[in-house]
């Protein structure tokens, strides 16, 4: 079984034209803020990947998302912000937000109206 491991990019968060964790976050929330954006990576390189067909790709976001909301363990790059949500008791609710629009992002291929780009955006 493929995972959203084994279709990464190798981008990290010190690859980012922006700061991740920036040293102006307090140590104490770092961890959070670089296991979401790990579980984001994952998710973009799985949206983004070349060869893997859509139905492949939203297969690999709904693992994703079933492993953040612990009904699985089969995706390792969403356990640690389960874990940190968990720890702060945190809903996921952004973190399923971002990935509905991962999904629009592998289905929905044009949009037809400013409207509709901003429904997008919201997510």
């Not at 790709?57 to 009904?71: I, M, S, V």
């Not at 629009?101 to 037809?112: E, G, I, S």
Request: charged share 35%.
């Amino acid at each position: 079984m493929t995972t959203a491991t084994d279709v990464r990019s190798g981008k990290m968060h010190r690859d980012e034209n922006f700061p991740v964790a920036s040293r102006l976050i307090q140590r104490r929330h770092r961890h959070v803020v670089l296991a979401f954006y790990r579980f984001a990576r994952a998710a973009d390189d799985v949206a983004d990947h070349a060869t893997l067909t859509a139905e492949d790709k939203l297969a690999l976001l709904d693992r994703l998302e079933h492993t953040l909301l612990g009904r699985d363990d089969s995706e390792p790059d969403a356990l640690p912000l389960r874990a940190s949500l968990a720890e702060r008791k945190i809903t996921a609710r952004h973190a399923q937000d971002l990935l509905t629009a991962f999904r629009m992002d592998v289905t929905k291929l044009r949009y037809r109206d400013w409207d509709d780009l901003t429904d997008y955006c919201r997510f």
